[in-house]
């Protein structure tokens, strides 16, 4: 009843255009036909395919007149002298046409003495600035978990019923399926329900990766943000005791429904090293320790040459963020993206003010973890305490973590480590971070090819010793990183 309430609250104040986006043409009808049984004013419903039609208290559709074009409905609008109620579905497309701006804004005019009310549905809508003064939007009220868990049930039901069978599933994946569905509209919940179970016949928290990526498909945003299906484990990465025991703490808390009296939901974390030393992939196995989904914000195609555009990009993103949680969201080399010196009132100050209002007032549970090389491009304001839960610093890995490197670099390639003697190999490696020893074991795998023999210690040694790692290229640049962040990171390790 949320929505009818919010939507005789618009029509009892007097608004006479009321947009409603959505593609739920089903739910529309039916919130349409409660409307009109609760009012006594005649009811219409309009679209390109039938024309106008008449909606009755009973649910009847009688026809009324042919009207093909947005502008003859409004037209036919205009004429009638008793105030009703117009359901219009494809009339948004045409709010670029000068004629159907004019006729809304004469309908709106007109209120006073004919107060006609429009609802006017889309799945997209951009209103005129014409409209704006006069109109309002209708945001249609998402379903709780108590109603997707009960469209579940009902999926489930009825899958059972033409099947002539159960539908096999555990309470904990039921809960699990219905935490995932929380965002989407009812019809976009119940295809994804059905998607779920039609194969089978089984809900299973198996089918949890296919159900986040068919969600953030629905909520694509064109390549501003990405769903990275391969997550990867803490224990895939070598070293961070540090990092891997604060993100253990705040596992249970993070997924907590309820989280326990006293402790909000960890926010994020900002990730500062070297070139190399395994951050990406530690964002990475933030979001499969947890099991929630990962989403990628690439902050190169946030902008747009159309003053407003690059802002709206990243406002859309992170709503979408908001809708996919709880979620990880990852933005790498932060501060490629993000105003400068130089930059003053340009796009990425405003990029940066719209992510800092995100980061302070966000109530859902989207943990975001940033990571980033250069500290000198960093805006202050991003670092000030209280932006993110803590900023570790990911330094070059020790004797014993670049030992652990090599062997889950030569257990990928099918190697067994024991075969090699990771202990000189890492002793060869000494100054070199994750990336550099794994191009290591490459080099050497393709050495090895080369001479038609099986891959070998002395392989990678040379080609850990032909190399000039950043640690002795940039040796000038990384001490003032490691000065810099001494006093003011978190070691990961």
């Not at 009310?117 to 005129?128: D, E, K, Q, R």
């Not at 299973?204 to 997550?231: C, H, I, M």
């Amino acid at each position: 009843m949320e929505d009818l309430e919010d939507l005789e609250l618009l029509i009892a104040t007097g608004t006479p255009l009321i947009f409603v986006e959505t593609g739920d043409s089903a739910r529309i009808a039916q919130l349409f036909q409660r409307l009109s049984a609760r009012s006594d004013r005649p009811a219409f419903k309009w679209s390109l395919a039938t024309g106008l039609v008449g909606v009755g208290a009973d649910g009847a559709v009688p026809a009324v007149r042919a009207a093909g074009k947005p502008s003859d409905v409004l037209a036919q609008v205009l004429l009638a002298r008793e105030p009703g109620l117009y359901l219009l579905y494809d009339l948004p497309r045409y709010l670029e046409d000068a004629l159907v701006v004019s006729q809304l804004r004469e309908i709106a005019g007109r209120h006073a003495s004919t107060p006609h009310s429009l609802l006017l549905v889309g799945a997209a809508i951009a209103i005129p600035a014409d409209l704006r003064s006069i109109s309002a939007r209708l945001d249609l009220a998402l379903p709780s978990m108590e109603e997707l868990e009960k469209l579940v049930h009902e999926e489930a039901e009825a899958w059972g019923r033409a099947k002539g069978k159960r539908v096999q599933a555990t309470e904990s994946a039921i809960k699990a399926l219905t935490r995932n569905l929380i965002g989407l509209p009812h019809a976009d919940a119940r295809r994804l329900v059905r998607t779920a179970i039609h194969d089978d016949g089984v809900l299973a928290e198996s089918d949890l990766p296919a159900l986040q990526d068919a969600k953030y498909r629905l909520l694509d945003q064109g390549g501003v943000l990405s769903f990275e299906l391969e997550t990867t484990k803490l224990a895939d990465v070598a070293g961070l005791a540090n990092l891997k025991r604060w993100l253990a703490e705040r596992r249970d808390v993070f997924l907590a429904d309820a989280p326990p009296r006293g402790l909000d939901p960890p926010k994020g974390m900002l990730l500062l090293g070297i070139q190399g030393g395994g951050k990406s992939l530690a964002a990475k196995s933030v979001a499969g320790a947890w099991g929630v989904p990962l989403l990628r914000l690439d902050f190169a195609t946030l902008y747009n040459k159309y003053y407003g555009e690059t802002e709206r990009n990243l406002r859309d993103a992170l709503r979408t963020a908001g809708v996919m949680a709880p979620c990880v969201l990852w933005i790498d080399e932060i501060e490629k993206g993000l105003a400068s010196e130089g930059d003053d009132g340009g796009p990425g100050k405003r990029i940066l003010g719209t992510l800092l209002t995100w980061m302070a007032e966000r109530k859902n549970r989207v943990f975001l973890v940033a990571t980033a090389n250069d500290i000198e491009s960093l805006p202050p304001e991003l670092l000030r305490k209280g932006r993110f839960d803590e900023i570790f610093f990911v330094d070059l890995p020790s004797a014993e973590v670049r030992a652990a490197i090599f062997s889950i670099h030569l257990r990928k390639r099918g190697m067994d480590p024991a075969a090699f003697d990771l202990e000189a190999l890492a002793q060869a490696a000494t100054g070199f971070s994750g990336a550099e020893i794994e191009q290591g074991v490459v080099a050497g795998l393709y050495a090895a090819n080369a001479r038609s023999e099986p891959l070998a210690t002395a392989h990678i040694e040379a080609a850990i010793v032909g190399t000039r790692p950043l640690s002795i290229v940039m040796a000038e640049k990384m001490a003032y990183l490691r000065a810099w962040a001494k006093e003011r990171t978190v070691p990961a390790d």
